[in-house]
């Protein structure tokens, strides 16, 4: 699997360099920012640093991009924390198996999209699938319960499509733990 890294700078906004606890979970998103790159992704990430303290700071960040066109880009060691799924209230169900603060022991994985309602391209698909059985089996995780949507921990709309097709969202876990399957030494 082809990951290229581009490591964030450390800065309050998307890499405060705290360290994980232990991996509980894999959390997935949409960028919600349609036909956008994983680098252009990257990027804005990146350019999080560069705010003042002015009381409605953006804190962004997460562990890896999967993007439209065959590339996946990290942006954060995957033993640091980073910030994809903070809220303000969390549902019973995050809290019970997360604990209060799930931004400190999930992954945070984006996936591109090249239009506004949120479908992954085949390529996107494929490719987080892979990623996230390799993070699965490196983490020692249930594919079929440990991978969350952003939508289950705190209620936002994200990512959008499997929010929309839970049903799919079903068959992507099932995917990933095929995948770990047919690649025992992966
Ligand atoms: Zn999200």
Redesign the pocket.
């Known amino acids: 699997m082809n990951i290229e890294t581009y490591l964030l700078t450390k800065n309050p906004f998307s890499r405060p360099g705290k360290l994980l606890q232990k991996v509980k979970g894999i959390?997935?998103?949409?960028t919600?920012n349609p036909g956008t790159s994983a680098m252009q992704n990257r990027n804005y990430f990146e350019s999080l640093k560069s705010q003042s303290f002015t009381g409605s700071e953006v804190y962004a960040s997460a562990h890896f991009i999967v993007g439209i066109d065959d590339e996946i880009i990290q942006c954060l060691p995957t033993d640091e924390m980073a910030y994809?799924?903070g809220a303000k209230l969390y549902t019973p169900e995050a809290v019970g198996r997360l604990g209060h603060y799930p931004n400190n022991c999930t992954i945070?994985i984006?996936l591109c999209h090249p239009l506004a309602d949120g479908v992954f391209t085949l390529v996107t698909w494929q490719r987080a699938v892979s990623l996230i059985g390799s993070l699965c089996k490196t983490y020692q995780l249930n594919p079929l319960s440990d991978i969350w949507t952003?939508?289950q921990i705190t209620k936002?709309i994200?990512?959008k499509f499997f929010v929309d097709n839970p049903e799919s969202f079903e068959r992507f876990k099932l995917e990933v733990s095929i995948c770990m399957g047919e690649n025992p030494e992966g």
């Not at 959390?27 to 949409?30: A, D, Q, S, Y």
């Open positions: 959390v997935i998103h949409w919600a994809h799924v945070g984006e952003h939508h936002k994200c990512p």
